[in-house]
């Protein structure tokens, strides 16, 4: 393996509207990750080049050494060269991604055949919920869940001319603290507002109805409770819906505040960055299709 092989990975955005720790949509927004068989090194370059582990805690080297065990396989080092157009500050994916390019990588480096539904049970084993990984790997919009000890993967029908606007600023949320903000128990009220919302949703995308879609996006699960340390997440999400938007969400864990529409999408990405630069917020702001391919093994 003296020359390069190649990984590309999308970046995701999760809990979408009210689909909490369930559904996912894979963007358009592509990491390329490079790798040979050679003396230990990683590179970054892109989104996350000054702040990215360059050891072997590297989420990528770990998801690749986690997977070789699973197998008995020996570590063989790896020389990694990382070009990162998912931002790293929270939001749309970039740790799943990591995990993916591991996976995929120790599939390479050690001849392992894998389908891509091992490749998701081991993804989701790490990430702890597959609604990043899930469309990461199999592209398009995915419900995914876990029954016993098996995670299970749903493609939801969507119109391919929706598009993601988003909004991703420098604010630092850790994903782990944000999770720790969240209730152990709800009321029943929250609940079944989240069932008709998500179930609208998934109605809404199958029937390419959109008069309702907005609803759909309302949540009580997580929203409301990490919300109030996300600057500017109200003002910007307003801008959006005043520019066209057909709903606004928090992506992830934040601080990603992401924007559904059909069109528009290049007015909603300004009047987002112009509320932001208002607030005197910093950020990027990235309009992107849902991707109906997912990560995969640059073949040679």
């Known amino acids: 393996m003296s020359n390069f092989n190649t990984i590309m990975v999308p970046a995701s955005s999760a809990n979408l509207g009210s689909g909490f720790d369930v559904i996912g949509a ?3 927004v592509w990491n390329e990750i490079n ?3 050679s003396k230990f090194s990683i590179e970054n370059r892109g989104f996350g080049s000054k702040r990215l582990q360059t050891s072997k805690e590297n989420l990528i080297y770990r998801s690749y050494i986690h997977t070789s065990n699973i197998y008995g396989k020996k570590e063989i080092e790896l020389s990694i060269r990382c070009q990162n157009s998912i931002p790293t500050s929270g939001g749309l994916g970039s740790s799943s991604s990591a995990i993916i390019a591991g996976i995929l990588m120790a599939c390479s480096v050690h001849n392992i055949d894998l389908s891509t539904d091992d490749i998701f049970q081991i993804a989701s084993d790490i990430e702890g919920h597959p609604d990043n990984v899930g469309p990461a790997l199999y592209g398009g919009i995915t419900l995914g869940f876990k029954d016993l000890e098996k995670w299970y993967i749903s493609n939801i029908k969507y119109n391919k001319n929706l598009k993601v606007v988003s909004f991703v600023s420098d604010q630092k949320i850790l994903t782990n603290e944000s999770r720790a903000a969240l209730p ?3 009321s029943r ?3 079944v507002y989240n069932i008709t919302r998500s179930a609208l949703l998934v109605n809404s995308l199958n029937t390419n109805d959109f008069s309702l879609l907005k609803y759909a996006f309302q949540d009580k699960l997580h929203e409301q409770y ?3 340390t996300i600057k ?3 003002t910007i999400s307003n801008a959006a819906m005043n520019a066209g938007a057909i709903s606004t969400y928090l992506s992830g864990s934040g ?6 529409t059909l069109d528009k999408e290049v007015t909603i990405n300004y009047e987002m960055l112009d509320a932001a630069n208002k607030l005197h917020l910093h950020g990027n702001g990235i309009i992107s299709s849902i991707s ?3 990560a995969y093994l640059v073949e040679k």
């Open 189 to 191: 009220e929250d609940a």
């Open 292 to 294: 109906e391919k997912g």
């Open 26 to 28: 894979c963007l358009n």
């Open 35 to 37: 790798f040979r068989k």
């Open 184 to 186: 152990d128990t709800i």
């Open 226 to 228: 990490r919300t109030p």
């Open 255 to 260: 601080p990603t505040i992401s924007a559904i």
């Open 232 to 234: 500017g997440f109200s």
